[in-house]
């Protein structure tokens, strides 16, 4: 991420001065997919990609933004009626909205942004923009009273209402609460979170991003989501204390398995043994068995392929040739539907298994597939 890339754009474009400039990152998570709106467990960390911008308040009720990526400048004002119509803008106006029913004074100001998380590859690109404004204008028209928590929910609740995303909580959280070279386990329910170091000695973690976006996305998600509430509504009742998927075992699932669709079973069977499979995960991170971690990743993609049903034929195709390569894990990461596997492969690996796949890949595919090496990194902050 490029701070100079972003000042003088910001400078040519406004009138010629500076403002603070404000940075997050996008995310990866090691397990835990689908689980954050079920009250379950995740197991994410923050990257070094994400997003910068450099904000100025202008003295107006106006925002005027520009996406130096797009080329796109926007204004809109920061009443509830003013929402701009560029998909990019309603991110910056909802994180604007959602300060503001917060009791922040949001101001109109002038900012030009600018990222490095590849969009639409799983990695969050979008909590990186929401976290980043909601960090800034906390700083800038709210004296920092904000907590980190209720920034990261700016950004979760600016999906629900301004993006048309029912997301759980893990990306903004990730993006808000990253600390370098650690994953953050986080229990859903309780807000609990815990730092876990993570420097797997004699591995490296990859991302492989097979480049394909789902159109469909954020309604298929949705979807998913209520799939699980609808199998929490049949068990609550028998068991009327279950609030989340997080509360019911397999036996209970299996109580209602008639007067469910076979569609939601699947879907909760899957969110059942997945939030089980992030704290094996964490078990076995504390002994140093990466097998078992890997393992564990190749569970929640055979789960989310074929239970869950978000993954598709690319990444399906690069998980088996991370399989045939020895690689000790890999899956689907993030809400699925395209993006990218994430793999945890021995550096004695490595070259082989890029390689390999990159060729597999074009051969089947006809085009190549993106590589990121994943470094892990801090959360929001301010730049300068
Ligand atoms: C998306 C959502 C997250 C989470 C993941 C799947 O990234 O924004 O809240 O549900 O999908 O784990």
Known sequence: MDIEHVRSRFIKHFDGTTGAVYASPGRINLIGEHTDYNGGFV????IDKGMIAEIKPNGTKTVKAYSIDL??????GLNEE??????????????CREMIKRGVDVQGFNTAFAGDVP???????????ESTYAYALNDLFGDNKIDKFELAKVGQATEHNY????????????????QKGKLIRLDCRSLEYQYYPFEPVGYR???VDSVVKHELASSAYNKRRQSCEAVVA????????????RDCTMEMLNEVKAEVSEEDYMRAEYVIEEIQRVLDVCDALEKGDYETVGQKMYETHQGMSKLYEVSCEELDFLNDIAFDCGVTGSR??????????????????????????????KKKFGRSPKVYDVVISDGARRLE
């Not at 049949?234 to 998927?245: D, K, Y």
């Open 43 to 46: 197991f994410p960390g923050a």
């Open 71 to 76: 080329k796109d400048y926007v204004e809109f």
């Open 82 to 95: 003013d929402a701009p119509r560029a998909s990019w803008a309603r991110y910056i106006f909802g994180v």
């Open 119 to 129: 969009l639409g590859a799983g990695m969050s690109s979008s909590a990186a923009l």
């Open 163 to 178: 993006c048309g995303v029912n997301c759980g909580i893990m990306d903004q959280f990730a993006s808000v609460f990253g």
């Open 205 to 207: 973690l990859v991302l």
């Open 234 to 245: 049949a068990i609550q009742v028998r068991h009327p204390h279950v609030e989340f998927l």
């Open 332 to 361: 689907v990461m993030g809400g699925g539907f395209g993006g990218c596997t994430i793999n945890l492969v021995k550096e004695e690996l490595y070259s082989t298994f890029i390689e390999k796949a990159k060729e597999e890949f």
